[in-house]
């Protein structure tokens, strides 16, 4: 599931070697890891995030007051649709948004190319949003936060959508103060790929990846290989692909957010810092900059060039086996959760994109009827049989059933952790603390602060963020 950036270019350039080319993902916020537009899968580091005010209120929400445009006066309301251009417009076009028109005889949809957030920001400030937009899921708590957003709350009282269709925290990923403003589309998550050619090398036996973080540490030390300026093979790299410090935050069992709280400098965050950090001191951070450099030339996720014993990434690079010539394994590997710190629970997280109206669309009722179809049951159903979906993660449990999608069993990996997947936390200083985790990673690795110090810092920035934010209203 992919877009958006960080702060910290050095940082960022080392780490974009490491993702799949289908990752544009903007690690700004999401998530999500990276986002294939073809597919509509976030694999963005993440990169996701949050938005939120409610306006719509209840007798909106059923009357669909739209300047006179509205289903039960007969006239045809043209719906503007904002959403990625290319190949995925083609294809969604065809596959979804031809039958919702079909089902509706009175709405038509004008597809535009989305532009950018910015330039989505400039039209709900004039006034002239689209009625429906692609949205990071991550931004959608703090795009409703600044009132950029319709509540979609007022709507579920037609009864056609429920939380419980969606995963728990993806549905959450869209709420903002109780208030809904996004609906799911696609979502993903992360596990750990693992190379069972370097186990059996290394003596490991292939068939039992680790499951806790000593364990990871000692089966990565007997698979590094030096070179005279390097590594020929490298065991672990903790911050390579989706290793960031929210990913090994969790599996150290830490908490980003308490309440309303925001704790980037909870004990067992600042622990996950830690032991990077040790990575970076034990194995020679130059050393493992030189490996990645190779790496980056090679044109492939490094996880596919035979070299890594185990990486954190999402269910997404399982798609390069269909679409990259250049990934054609030579070596025997599997998936497995990710090792969590002794005596915590294995965990994953999840990222995605959305569906939103945008502050004043101009015809909300006939908005709501594309929304919940194209992020309801039928348009999920749809887009997700089609014929090159790969291994996309739909957001609806009861779609991936009807998918099979838990036939594949490197996929059934990732589904399998999605009922308890964590999200970022829905807050407007998301994109602080996610900007700020790549600060305080890039300079802890880099010996030029200590992971505590960091992080209390850290913590401090995100607070004078949201105060600031809050203050703005």
């Known amino acids: 599931m992919k877009k958006k950036s960080v702060e910290t270019l050095q940082f960022k350039s080392k780490m974009i070697m490491f993702v799949v080319a289908a990752l544009l993902v903007s690690i700004?916020?999401?998530?999500?890891?990276?986002?294939?537009?073809?597919?509509?899968?976030?694999?963005?580091?993440?990169?996701s995030k949050k938005?939120?005010?409610?306006?719509?209120?209840?007798?909106?929400?059923?009357?669909?007051a739209d300047n006179g445009n509205s289903k039960d006066n007969g006239k045809q309301v043209t719906l503007d649709f904002w959403s990625w251009g290319g190949k995925f417009?083609?294809?969604?076009?065809?596959?979804?948004?031809s039958e919702f028109e079909k089902s509706h005889p009175n709405i038509k949809v004008k597809y535009i190319t989305e532009q950018g957030t910015e330039k989505l920001t400039t039209l709900i400030a004039g006034g002239t949003p689209p009625d429906v937009a692609l949205l990071d899921r991550f931004m959608a708590g703090a795009w409703a936060a600044k009132g950029s957003l319709e509540s979609l709350t007022p709507y579920l009282a037609d009864g056609t959508?429920?939380?419980?269709?969606?995963?728990?925290?993806?549905?959450?990923?869209?709420?903002?103060?109780?208030?809904?403003?996004?609906?799911?589309?696609?979502?993903?998550?992360?596990?750990?790929y693992f190379n069972k050619t370097l186990m059996k090398e290394a003596g490991l036996d292939p068939e039992k990846p680790p499951t806790t973080i000593s364990e990871l540490d000692a089966a990565a030390e007997k698979i590094f290989k030096k070179t005279s300026s390097g590594y020929e093979q490298v065991g672990l790299i903790p911050w390579m692909n989706q290793g960031f410090l929210y990913t090994q935050g969790w599996n150290f069992g830490g908490e980003w957010a308490k309440d309303e709280e925001l704790t980037p400098n909870d004990?067992?965050?600042?622990?996950a810092l830690e032991w990077m950090t040790g990575y970076a001191k034990k194995y020679d951070m130059a050393k493992i900059n030189n490996f990645n450099d190779v790496m980056g030339k090679t044109g492939i996720n490094p996880f596919w060039t035979g070299k890594v014993g185990f990486v954190f990434d999402g269910n997404w690079i399982l798609n390069d086996l269909i679409n990259n010539a250049k990934v054609k394994p030579k070596f025997e590997w599997g998936v497995a959760p990710m090792p969590a710190e002794d005596g915590q629970a294995q965990s994953t997280w999840a990222g995605g994109w959305s569906w939103v109206m945008p502050k004043g669309a101009k015809h909300p009722k006939e908005a709501w009827e594309l929304l919940k179809y194209i992020g309801g049951y039928e348009g999920t159903l749809l887009w997700g049989?089609?014929?090159?979906?790969?291994?996309?993660i739909t957001a609806m449990p009861k779609v991936n059933e009807e998918?099979?999608?838990?036939?594949?069993?490197?996929?059934?990996v990732f589904l399998d952790l999605m009922p308890t997947a964590h999200t970022r936390p829905v807050t407007p200083a998301g994109q602080k603390m996610w900007d700020e985790t790549f600060r305080v990673?890039?300079?802890?690795?880099?010996?030029?602060?200590?992971?505590?110090?960091?992080?209390?810092?850290?913590k401090k920035n995100v607070d004078n963020e949201l105060k600031k934010l809050e203050a703005a209203k």
Do not use: H
């Open 89 to 97: 417009q083609q294809d969604y076009t065809k596959i979804v948004i």
């Open 267 to 271: 004990p067992q965050i600042v622990k």
């Open 161 to 192: 959508v429920t939380a419980d269709d969606y995963y728990p925290s993806v549905w959450a990923e869209g709420n903002y103060k109780n208030e809904l403003y996004a609906m799911p589309f696609g979502t993903d998550n992360r596990a750990m």
């Open 28 to 47: 700004a916020l999401t998530g999500c890891g990276g986002t294939n537009e073809a597919s509509g899968t976030n694999t963005s580091n993440g990169n």
């Open 385 to 392: 049989k089609r014929a090159d979906a790969g291994n996309d």
């Open 51 to 64: 938005t939120g005010d409610s306006t719509a209120n209840g007798d909106d929400a059923n009357s669909g």
């Open 403 to 412: 998918l099979k999608i838990a036939d594949n069993p490197k996929l059934k």
């Open 441 to 458: 990673t890039d300079l802890a690795l880099n010996g030029k602060g200590e992971p505590k110090k960091l992080l209390d810092e850290a």
